[in-house]
C-alpha cells in the first residue's frame, strides 16, 4: 500500500513514545512521576455529568447534531465572552462548536490558507501546529522567541519570518509549552501588523482560565478594530477537566465560519452531542468558584515548582505565568530527546524535551504540573537534584 511521503515525512509526537517508555519502567516495578502530559487533572463540573447521565435516555443524544454545534452550547460559549470580555458575538454566525482545540485550529487554517502558502510558528510552539501545517501542505515557518524574557510574543521577533507566502500566524496565548502568557499591547501590535500585511492571527486562548498574578489575559477579539482580523480557538478540555470529551471551537468572522463548516462536515460532521450537552451545563452553572480553586492549586504548586528548583543549579526556570507548564533551561544544552528518556529510567521523572516543540525548545525540558500534586511534585525535584548532582 503506497503511504503519503506527507505523512511519512510528519514527525510523530514523542509524549506518546515516553509515555510507552515509562509504561514499561511501571510494569517493571519501577516509581515513575508524571509532569509530561499537559491536562488539568481537576474533576468535570458536576453541572456536566449531571446533563449527560440525563441526556443518555434521549433519542436526540444518539443522533447527529446541527455542523455549527447544539444551540443550546452556542449560546453559552456567547454567554460566556460577554462575562469574561464584554463581547457580543452571533451565535448562530461566529462560532462552530468542534471536537477539541486542535479540530478547531485545523478548520481555520485549512479554510485561511492554500497548499505552499506559509505558517508562521513563534517558537517554541505547540508541536501539533507544525505537524498540521505538514499534513496540510503548507509550510512551517519559526519565528524563535527569546529565552531571556520568558519567550514573550513581541512583533521584533515575528517581523523577520514572514515571506510573501505568509497567510495565517498561529499564536497561543497563555503558551503551551513555555506559559508565556501575551502582554495585551504587544499582542495587539502583532495582530495590527499582521492584517496590515493580509495575515489572519489564529489565537489559541486553551488555557485562559490558567493565569496567575501579576499576568493578566486578554483576549484580541474584545477589540473592535482586531476582531475581523481574527480566528480564536477555545477548549473545555483543561479548564473543565473534559479532555476525553473533545470540545472546542472555533470563533470568527461569519464569511469565515461560513466556508468553515466545510472543513467541519468532511471531518466530523459535528462534534459529540453528549459533550455538547454536558459542557452547556457546565457553562450555564456557577463555575467560577471551581476555577478560583483550581487556580489557588496550582499557586501552591508553582511555588513547589519555585522552592524545589532553587538548589537545582543544572535546571533554570525563567518564571512565566500562565498555562500548566514550566520550561526548564537545561546547563550545556544537552540533547533532550535522550535526556528525557534517562530521565523516566534513571531518575524516575517523565518530562518532555523541549525540542518537540520547535528548534527553538533545544536545551529545554517541559515540565506540567497540572495533574500533578504537591507532594508529586515535591518528590520529582528531589529525584531531579540528585539526577543533576545536587
Given at each position: 500500500?503506497?503511504?503519503?511521503?506527507?505523512?511519512?515525512?510528519?514527525?510523530?509526537?514523542?509524549?506518546?513514545d515516553?509515555?510507552?517508555?515509562?509504561?514499561?519502567?511501571?510494569?517493571?516495578?519501577?516509581?515513575?512521576i508524571?509532569?509530561g502530559?499537559?491536562?488539568?487533572?481537576?474533576?468535570?463540573?458536576?453541572?456536566?455529568?449531571?446533563?449527560?447521565?440525563?441526556?443518555?435516555?434521549?433519542?436526540?443524544?444518539?443522533?447527529?447534531?446541527?455542523?455549527?454545534?447544539?444551540?443550546?452550547?452556542?449560546?453559552?460559549?456567547?454567554?460566556?465572552?460577554?462575562?469574561?470580555?464584554?463581547?457580543?458575538?452571533?451565535?448562530?454566525?461566529?462560532?462552530?462548536?468542534?471536537?477539541?482545540?486542535?479540530?478547531?485550529?485545523?478548520l481555520?487554517?485549512?479554510?485561511?490558507?492554500?497548499?505552499?502558502?506559509?505558517?508562521?510558528?513563534?517558537?517554541?510552539?505547540?508541536?501539533?501546529?507544525?505537524?498540521?501545517?505538514?499534513?496540510?501542505?503548507?509550510?512551517?515557518?519559526e519565528?524563535?522567541?527569546d529565552?531571556?524574557?520568558g519567550?514573550?510574543?513581541?512583533?521584533?521577533?515575528?517581523?523577520?519570518?514572514?515571506?510573501?507566502?505568509?497567510?495565517?500566524?498561529?499564536?497561543?496565548?497563555?503558551?503551551?509549552?513555555?506559559?508565556?502568557?501575551?502582554?495585551?499591547?504587544?499582542?495587539a501590535?502583532?495582530?495590527?501588523?499582521l492584517?496590515?500585511?493580509?495575515?489572519?492571527?489564529?489565537?489559541?486562548?486553551?488555557?485562559?482560565?490558567?493565569?496567575?498574578?501579576?499576568?493578566?489575559?486578554?483576549?484580541?477579539?474584545?477589540?473592535?478594530?482586531?476582531?475581523?482580523?481574527?480566528?480564536t480557538?477555545?477548549s473545555?478540555?483543561?479548564?473543565?477537566?473534559?479532555?476525553?470529551w473533545?470540545?472546542?471551537?472555533?470563533?470568527?468572522?461569519?464569511?469565515?465560519?461560513h466556508?468553515?463548516?466545510?472543513?467541519?462536515?468532511?471531518?466530523?460532521?459535528?462534534?459529540?452531542?453528549?459533550?455538547?450537552?454536558?459542557?452547556?451545563?457546565?457553562?450555564?452553572?456557577?463555575?467560577?468558584?471551581?476555577?478560583?480553586?483550581?487556580?489557588?492549586?496550582?499557586?501552591?504548586r508553582?511555588?513547589?515548582?519555585?522552592?524545589?528548583?532553587?538548589?537545582?543549579?543544572?535546571?533554570?526556570?525563567?518564571?512565566?505565568?500562565?498555562?500548566?507548564?514550566?520550561f526548564?533551561?537545561?546547563?550545556?544544552?544537552?540533547?533532550?530527546?535522550?535526556?528525557?528518556?534517562?530521565?523516566?529510567?534513571?531518575?524516575?521523572?517523565?518530562?518532555?524535551?523541549?525540542?518537540?516543540?520547535?528548534?527553538a525548545?533545544?536545551?529545554?525540558?517541559?515540565?506540567?504540573?497540572?495533574?500533578?500534586?504537591?507532594?508529586?511534585?515535591?518528590?520529582?525535584?528531589?529525584?531531579?537534584?540528585?539526577?543533576?548532582?545536587?
Open positions: 500500500m503506497y503511504l503519503s511521503q506527507r505523512v511519512q515525512t510528519t514527525a510523530a509526537p514523542i509524549i506518546a515516553l509515555g510507552e517508555l515509562a509504561t514499561a519502567c511501571r510494569a517493571a516495578g519501577q516509581s515513575v508524571n509532569l502530559q499537559g491536562v488539568s487533572g481537576f474533576p468535570p463540573p458536576a453541572a456536566a455529568l449531571e446533563a449527560a447521565r440525563a441526556a443518555l435516555t434521549d433519542p436526540a443524544t444518539h443522533q447527529y447534531g446541527p455542523e455549527p454545534g447544539l444551540p443550546v452550547l452556542c449560546r453559552a460559549i456567547a454567554g460566556k465572552w460577554a462575562r469574561d470580555a464584554g463581547v457580543t458575538l452571533d451565535p448562530d454566525a461566529e462560532l462552530i462548536v468542534t471536537a477539541g482545540a486542535n479540530q478547531a485550529a485545523a481555520a487554517v485549512l479554510a485561511c490558507t492554500d497548499p505552499g502558502d506559509d505558517v508562521l510558528l513563534p517558537s517554541p510552539y505547540y508541536f501539533n501546529s507544525e505537524m498540521l501545517a505538514h499534513l496540510t501542505g503548507l509550510h512551517a515557518v519565528a524563535p522567541l529565552p531571556a524574557d519567550f514573550a510574543l513581541r512583533w521584533e521577533r515575528l517581523a523577520p519570518h514572514l515571506t510573501p507566502q505568509t497567510r495565517v500566524a498561529l499564536l497561543t496565548t497563555p503558551g503551551n509549552p513555555t506559559g508565556a502568557v501575551a502582554d495585551p499591547a504587544e499582542l501590535r502583532c495582530i495590527r501588523e492584517a496590515a500585511r493580509n495575515i489572519t492571527a489564529i489565537v489559541d486562548e486553551t488555557y485562559e482560565y490558567f493565569v496567575f498574578d501579576p499576568a493578566r489575559h486578554w483576549s484580541p477579539a474584545a477589540d473592535p478594530d482586531l476582531r475581523p482580523h481574527i480566528v480557538v477555545g473545555f478540555s483543561k479548564s473543565f477537566g473534559l479532555a476525553g473533545r470540545v472546542g471551537y472555533l470563533f470568527g468572522p461569519p464569511d469565515l465560519v466556508q468553515a463548516l466545510k472543513v467541519q462536515d468532511t471531518l466530523v460532521i459535528c462534534a459529540p452531542v453528549i459533550s455538547q450537552i454536558a459542557v452547556a451545563a457546565a457553562l450555564n452553572s456557577d463555575y467560577y468558584p471551581a476555577l478560583a480553586a483550581q487556580r489557588t492549586e496550582l499557586v501552591a508553582r511555588a513547589t515548582l519555585r522552592t524545589g528548583l532553587a538548589p537545582v543549579p543544572a535546571l533554570t526556570w525563567t518564571e512565566t505565568h500562565g498555562s500548566l507548564f514550566a526548564l533551561h537545561v546547563a550545556g544544552d544537552p540533547p533532550a530527546a535522550a535526556l528525557a528518556r534517562r530521565l523516566i529510567r534513571e531518575a524516575g521523572v517523565q518530562l518532555i524535551p523541549g525540542s518537540a516543540f520547535g528548534q525548545g533545544a536545551g529545554h525540558l517541559r515540565l506540567s504540573y497540572g495533574a500533578a500534586s504537591v507532594a508529586d511534585i515535591a518528590a520529582a525535584l528531589v529525584r531531579l537534584g540528585e539526577f543533576f548532582g545536587v
